[in-house]
């Protein structure tokens, strides 16, 4: 057997390449779950950790499974007949654990967003039990990439200004089949750090979980840098808000409890959306609509725009530089203003709706100081119920793939909004009898996205 092997490996031109060429895979493996761990916050190589560290953080299983196939088909060409090859399977072997060990963590995050939500402070209630997954949910697990079931239905690329601009569309996600009434509304901002970005690309998993228990959601895009100028995606984002509030009964959903989420750039988008419902600087031409709304989840929020170490000392270098360059298109320095303006931390109010914050603790894109600072402020100052999760070892953009830990926190924010729509007097009203489940002759709910 070893001799077809090294006769395989000949046939292949192999004289220790095929050892070497594993054992330079494995150690690859294992620098990127030693950033998953202990990430490099330093630019440039907190992008590179960001990419390392979500992948094999939130997709351990994934990366074992492949680990196992790649060992054996290295295997099959003889990779182990030499030491390099031995030492490769040696180091492949503390990868799988450490990738077993981030499955154990990314599991265990169920008890620290149960454990955020016992903790919320205010005046709400929130069973830290949380809800289990809807029928059909363990196909999260295993593909990874969140896709659409057949129960779900979406109006694609409404027009929620008017001008006709491909920025100013929204796409919005209901149950299959007759439109009802009365479901709760989820408005779903894309991050992109202000430049990239599409409604298509981010927050499924938790969409798709609130569609198949009742809701409406939508997602939006707006403007981006460079071509676009602070305040132009704020704008947008709230006249998306005037949007939904004004047409959305159309689809089934009911203005009367609209919830705003997002992620990253997203993230500081709708939190500052929803302490802002007052500023009609920010509504140019429809001053009047109502953009207020009931209940924020921001993820890995940038709560604090006064990104200079001179100022908040919270990032590094990089953030300024685009900030500066393509975003607000002027220096801190000149117009600090502009920038505490734009901060959420700096808008926090009494009248604040309740807020779920998430964060990663590992985060080497927006540091997790930035989003506990901002919860201080909001429990010090909002009279609103203020639940903080702060994930051990999760990364940036933990919620756009389907993981074990995205489902935690998906359950978490479905026991949080349920909890806030209670507390309000439950004013969304019940959903539709079989909302977002098709249910076949004979058999049971399923709602697989």
């Known amino acids: 057997m070893a001799g077809a092997r090294l006769g395989a490996g000949e046939a292949l031109g192999d004289d220790g390449g095929v050892s070497d060429a594993y054992l330079a895979l494995a150690l690859v493996g294992a620098l990127a779950v030693l950033v998953t761990f202990w990430p490099i916050r330093r630019d440039p190589l907190s992008v590179v950790c960001f990419v390392a560290g979500w992948l094999a953080g939130e997709l351990p299983l994934q990366a074992l499974a492949v680990m196992v196939v790649v060992t054996v088909v290295f295997g099959v060409f003889g990779a182990f007949d030499t030491w390099t090859g031995r030492a490769g399977l040696a180091v492949a072997a503390a990868v799988a654990c450490g990738l077993v060990v981030l499955a154990v963590i990314g599991a265990r995050s169920a008890n620290v967003v149960a454990q955020a939500l016992a903790d919320a402070t205010g005046p709400l209630d929130v069973d830290p039990a949380l809800p289990s997954p809807a029928p059909g949910r363990w196909w999260r697990l295993t593909r990874a990439v969140p896709v659409r079931a057949r129960s779900i239905a979406v109006v694609a690329d409404v027009d929620y200004w008017g001008d006709g601009l491909e920025r100013h569309r929204l796409d919005i996600y209901r149950a299959d089949g007759p439109v009802g009434t009365g479901a709760p509304v989820m408005v779903y901002v894309h991050g992109g750090a202000w430049t990239i970005g599409d409604k298509k690309e981010q927050g499924k998993p938790m969409l798709f979980e609130l569609v198949a228990r009742g809701w409406v959601c939508v997602a939006v895009n707006y403007r981006l840098s460079p071509s676009a100028t602070w305040p132009d995606h704020i704008v947008d984002v709230k006249r ?210």
């Open 240 to 449: 998306a808000v005037a949007w939904v509030k004004a047409n959305i009964a159309e689809h089934g959903g009911d203005p009367a409890f609209v919830a705003l989420s997002g992620g990253s750039a997203g993230g500081h988008l709708c939190a500052l959306a929803a302490l802002t419902p007052d500023d009609r600087s920010w509504q140019p031409g429809f001053e009047d609509a109502d953009t207020s709304v009931d209940a924020c989840v921001p993820f890995y929020g940038v709560y604090d725009m006064t990104a200079s170490p001179t100022t908040s000392g919270l990032y590094g270098p990089e953030l300024a530089k685009l900030l500066e360059r393509k975003v607000m298109k002027t220096s801190i320095e000149e117009h600090h203003d502009l920038f505490v303006e734009a901060s959420p931390t700096y808008r926090v109010a009494a009248g604040a709706p309740p807020f779920f914050v998430l964060h990663g603790r590992n985060d080497t894109l927006v540091p997790f100081i930035v989003a506990r600072r901002f919860v201080e402020a909001l429990r010090q100052t909002s009279q609103a119920a203020v639940a903080y999760a702060e994930l051990p070892v999760a990364q940036h953009a933990f919620d756009v793939l389907s993981s074990l830990r995205c489902q935690a926190t998906t359950a978490g924010v479905v026991a949080f909004l349920e909890a806030v729509r209670e507390a309000a007097g439950d004013r969304a009203g019940p959903a539709p009898p079989g909302a977002g489940v098709v249910v076949p002759p004979g058999g049971s709910a399923v709602a697989e996205a």
